[in-house]
């Protein structure tokens, strides 16, 4: 093996455990939320808005950071975004109040951000196109086995030292992960030279944060509430501004120029529709396992292992596979078969029926390996080299807003059939007894929900077939520029 050859594995290694470890902790805290708001003594609102802040700033900060990234290097923000998560995280061991804690997960997510925003760019750059597919389906498999791990240890650790154990284990990884990412990562010099858009950071970050903030408290303030329909109208005149600025900026946050790229403007599409489909299995299963059936958090936890584990394979396989046939195919088979595994799940009973909640989840794992590695270069790749992170900045925002809007959609759907407060306990886990009535209901809410998340497969599968167009469209250039595109394989 070449230095050069060992030099990329090693990057992708680093990077690959700072993925590892921001969403076991992202994990962790879920399991972790009774027991947290036992110790803190704080109300269900506030326990859940130490997810949602979280969330807010992992978004809000991706497109700077990707910005940031093109004009300062990769490896600085990288680098910083590691330590102000490292050190948030101990901080979030440390809180004594709810109000703390969230402060604590705000900043949080803004280390995540940067780490995010700049972890595919510093992959990107680290491989040759054909072995980018590769490359990604392994990071791809640090999120899997985080969320594998983390429900887990999670789980003991609380059992054994408490909650604050949920952040302070995480601290010596972080550590970890800054001492290689030093030694590892070489120092990028800046793409472009250029200011930072203020302004379109403020527009795009102040709606963005009154998108998510009407989202997250609408089933507590009330969907028709003036509170509510206020952060929706402020959403829209500030993400209204936000483009305008971006139209009239000379160096923009949001390049939409990126847009006119057919592949990546459909890429990003695929990105919404799959995210609001896909993140909200987890808590409709989880409601339905804990809320309707009654079970405890580690049986339902262990009933959840399909939806990850076979990705530890697939992840890998489908990044390799893109990279030999292409990876427009394989995000339309992804998609197809996460709507089978999802239509499948609207139907289960009453009663626990192991074959009827594994075998879906077996699928859509399976599928998600090979569409979201897939995915990734599709989208990452149609972009220009200099603007990697920029482009991947916009990628994980379009990613996180679907998580948002996904998780959102659930609980909507949920209180259409039982009260709001009994949604959010069982969701927590710490709903008590439930009446028949109430528990038919859950059941019901968990089907509509699962066949209701189907339409948004749909989308992407449409949507899905434009990647084919602008492939083909694009094969004849491509293959007479072949020596030059070898020439500079490690680009996007």
């Known amino acids: 093996m ?259 790229h057919g592949h990546f403007s459909a890429g990003l599409g695929i990105t919404m529709s799959y995210s609001i489909g896909y993140f909200a299995t987890t808590f409709l299963l989880t409601l339905y396992l804990q809320g309707a059936l009654h079970l405890n958090a580690l049986d339902a936890g262990l009933l959840l292992i399909p939806l990850s584990a076979p990705q530890l394979i697939m992840g890998p396989l489908g990044g390799t596979l893109a990279d030999r046939i292409g990876p427009a195919r394989l995000v339309l088979a992804g998609v197809f078969l996460l709507g089978i595994g999802g239509l499948l799940l609207g139907f289960v009973g009453p009663r626990l029926s192991i074959l009827a909640i594994v075998v879906p989840q077996l699928i859509m794992s399976a599928a998600n390996g090979l569409a979201w590695p897939s995915l990734t270069k599709a989208v990452l790749s149609s972009a220009p080299r200099e603007q990697a992170g920029s482009a991947s900045g916009m990628f994980f925002t379009f990613r996180n807003v679907g998580m948002a809007l996904s998780m959102t959609l659930a609980l909507v759907i949920a209180e259409l059939s039982v009260p709001p407060a009994v949604a959010s306990q069982a969701f927590l886990g710490t709903a008590g007894v439930l009446s028949a009535h109430i528990q038919g209901a859950l059941v019901h809410s968990t089907d509509v929900g699962f066949r209701s998340f189907v339409l948004f497969y749909l989308v992407a599968l449409l949507l899905g077939l434009f990647l084919l167009r602008p492939h083909r469209a694009k094969q004849a250039s491509v293959e007479s520029q072949s020596s030059s595109v070898e020439s500079q394989s490690s680009s996007m």
């Open 2 to 260: 070449t230095e050069q050859n060992a030099r990329k594995w090693s990057i992708l290694a680093a990077v690959t455990l700072v993925s590892f470890i921001t969403n076991v902790d992202a994990t962790i805290v879920v399991v972790g939320l009774p027991k947290l708001m036992q110790g803190l003594h704080i109300t269900v609102v506030t326990g859940l808005w130490t997810i949602t802040s979280y969330i807010i700033t992992s978004t809000v900060f991706l497109l700077p950071a990707g910005r940031w990234s093109d004009v300062i290097g990769t490896k600085r923000i990288f680098m910083i975004g590691l330590v102000i998560f490292t050190i948030s995280t101990a901080l979030c061991g440390f809180a004594n109040t709810g109000t703390m804690l969230v402060i604590y997960r705000f900043i949080q997510g803004t280390g995540a951000a940067l780490a995010l925003a700049t972890a595919t760019p510093i992959i990107v750059r680290a491989f040759p196109q054909k072995e980018l597919g590769r490359a990604l389906g392994i990071n791809s498999t640090s999120w899997v086995i985080g969320s594998i791990v983390g429900p887990v240890v999670g789980g003991a650790l609380i059992t054994s030292f408490g909650w604050r154990s949920i952040f302070f284990v995480t601290v010596p990884f972080g550590i970890i992960g800054l001492i290689a990412s030093a030694i590892v990562l070489k120092n990028t010099s800046a793409a472009v030279k250029a200011k930072t858009d203020w302004l379109g950071i403020i527009t795009f970050a102040s709606g963005l944060v009154a998108l998510l903030l009407a989202l997250s408290e609408g089933q507590a303030w009330g969907w028709s509430s003036a509170a509510i329909l206020g952060l929706f109208a402020a959403a829209v005149v500030l993400l209204a501004a936000f483009v305008a600025v971006e139209m009239r900026v000379k160096q923009s946050l949001f390049d939409l120029k990126l847009l006119l």
